[in-house]
């Protein structure tokens, strides 16, 4: 935190910051896989992270106080330093720690936090899911390609929905009328053979493993990946639907709006991208190395 690493019970900030007081910040989670065969962990993209933060931070006008090799060496240091042996999720957060007000423009700190995480779903039972009647956010209200804390308020409202009339999660629809994305997921959808996912102009998170996932299927798997906008009515009719995120990893839909997703169980695109991506997070596969980065070995 602030250039220091600190236990966790010292990672303090002002009570009265903006960050504190109006969830002024930007962040990025990044997971790190222990690669079994090596004993050595591996953290998945990176450089990617810290280049949306960046963009994040540009737009809601907070200034970071340190260059790209320096958020890359400290991420290193500090996980590095806590001797993790197993997956993990890592949150870099730009926030603001000083009294202020939320409307002005900040040089900003940066905390990293590494904390032990498995998977988030069992990614081969599948959820339910329905759509939710809160609307995504958009570039009208708030920017949904930042990822702010703020936005999280949104995915908030949907998922207690959906709780609490028991599904698992929650589908939204845009401003237009489309499929969006899911809380703190991407959506793809599996229609006669063919893969497809909403647009970054439907009110999505340019999505870092979305965007990993488009390249493995076209590129490793050889399949037809198409990006256009999705009526609510094809959620119900289509083959197979997965939602995918750094923290939701892969996870088939089983069900919306308690219709069932083609034969009710995980479907073999899902099966064959699920497959390959945590092959290529785990390093076991030679293509895409670009992506992976040995936390030993540095």
């Given at each position: 935190m602030a250039g220091n690493l600190l236990p966790a019970e010292e990672a303090k900030i002002h009570a009265l910051s903006p960050t504190c007081q109006y969830g002024l910040n930007v962040f990025e989670v990044v997971r790190c896989y222990l690669n079994s065969a090596n004993n050595e962990l591996l953290a998945f993209r990176l450089?990617?992270?810290?280049?949306?933060?960046?963009?994040?931070?540009?737009?809601?006008?907070?200034r970071p106080k340190y260059t790209l090799p320096e958020m890359q060496n400290a991420f290193i240091k500090t996980i590095v330093a806590n001797r993790y042996m197993e997956d993990i999720t890592a949150r870099i957060v730009f926030f603001v720690?000083?009294?202020?007000s939320w409307n002005s423009e900040y040089d900003?700190?940066?905390?990293?936090?590494?904390?032990?995480?498995g998977r988030a779903y069992d990614s081969d039972a599948g959820i339910t899911c329905c759509v939710s009647s809160w609307e995504r956010i958009s570039d009208k209200?708030?920017?949904?390609?930042?990822?702010?804390?703020?936005n999280y308020i949104n995915s908030r409202m949907a998922q207690l929905e959906a709780k609490n009339n028991g599904f698992d999660s929650?589908?939204?629809l845009n401003r237009e009328g489309k499929v969006s994305e899911a809380p703190g997921s991407c959506i793809f959808i599996v229609r006669r053979g063919e893969l497809i996912t909403p647009p970054v102009t439907a009110s999505?998170?340019?999505s870092i493993t979305r965007d990993t996932i488009i390249k493995i299927a076209r590129h490793d798997?050889?399949?037809?990946v198409v990006e256009r906008d999705v009526d609510r009515t094809e959620l119900y009719i289509c083959d197979e639907i997965f939602l995918c995120g750094t923290t939701m990893e892969i996870v088939p839909v089983l069900s919306v709006d308690k219709v069932t997703v083609g034969d009710g169980k995980e479907g073999p695109l899902t099966k064959a991208v699920k497959q390959k991506y945590f092959d290529v997070v785990r390093g076991k596969v030679d293509a895409h190395k670009e992506w992976v980065l040995y936390l030993d070995k540095n």
């Open positions: 450089k990617d992270h810290y280049e949306r933060i960046l963009q994040s931070a540009k737009v809601m006008r907070l720690n000083e009294f202020g900003c700190e940066m905390l990293i936090a590494p904390i032990p995480r209200s708030l920017p949904p390609r930042v990822k702010a804390g703020p929650a589908l939204f999505i998170l340019e798997l050889g399949l037809s």
